[in-house]
T-cell receptor, first 114, second 111 residues
Framework: EAGVAQSPRYKIIEKRQSVAFWCNPI?????LYWYQQILGQGPKLLIQ????????DSQLPKDRFSAERLKGVDSTLKIQPAKLEDSAVYLC????????????FGPGTRLLVL | SQQGEEDPQALSIQEGENATMNCSYK?????LQWYRQNSGRGLVHLIL?????REKHSGRLRVTLDTSKKSSSLLITASRAADTASYFC???????????FGPGTRLSVLP
């Protein structure tokens, strides 16, 4: 079974630029999560999708971050404009029905904002 | 503030010894999970314990949950160098959602 795919693996941008991350979950997983993990900290949930609907986006900085999951499969997370404090690893995870309790994580995208 | 807090922040042991990590949380939960993260990699699910369970085992892992103290512990027995990683507890406030991860325990197992 293929795992959660993420791209790119690394990205370096300057502040105020825009960046987008892509995630393809495990086939059949209805639930998809985006996390931000700052160095030395645990992952922080940014947004949770159930199919193509948003379940929880309470910690997503909506003035600069946006995410979509068209067609309920793959997803894109965008930052516009980026700030220095956005430097982190962005992790995508998916969970199978019916309980969506166990999450399967992708390798992450490491973002450095200069 | 963090819902889950692991303790200790870092732990260094010799191969063959047991490693114990603790997690405390603040509010009532539906379940608690432990994940492992190797350096530069994604997280891997280890074990889930529900709020009505007190202990679970999986191979060399033993997890306990004390809801009265709002705490959990992860025990890794007969540790190996390959167990070197960061370990995170994650609490689910509601069924299947509202996951909150703690800051993690960095475990180093020395050969």
């Amino acid at each position: 079974e293929a795992g959660v795919a993420q791209s790119p693996r690394y990205k370096i941008i300057e502040k105020r630029q825009s960046v987008a991350f892509w995630c393809n979950p495990i086939s059949g997983h209805a639930t998809l999560y985006w996390y931000q993990q700052i160095l030395g900290q645990g992952p922080k949930l940014l947004i949770q999708f159930q199919n193509n609907g948003v379940v929880d986006d309470s910690q997503l900085p909506k003035d600069r971050f946006s995410a979509e999951r068209l067609k309920g499969v793959d997803s894109t997370l965008k930052i516009q404009p980026a700030k220095l404090e956005d430097s982190a690893v962005y992790l995508c995870a998916s969970a199978p029905p019916p309980g969506r309790e166990t999450q399967y994580f992708g390798p992450g995208t490491r973002l450095l904002v200069l | 503030s963090q819902q889950g807090e692991e303790d200790p922040q870092a732990l260094s042991i010799q191969e063959g010894e047991n490693a114990t990590m603790n997690c405390s949380y603040k509010t009532s939960i539906n379940n608690l999970q432990w994940y492992r993260q190797n350096s530069g990699r994604g997280l891997v699910h280890l074990i889930l314990i529900r709020s009505n369970e007190r202990e679970k085992h999986s191979g060399r892992l033993r997890v306990t949950l004390d809801t009265s103290k709002k705490s959990s512990s992860l025990l890794i027995t007969a540790s190996r160098a390959a167990d070197t990683a960061s370990y995170f507890c994650a609490t689910a406030l509601n069924y299947g959602q509202n996951f909150v991860f703690g800051p993690g325990t960095r475990l180093s197992v020395l050969p």
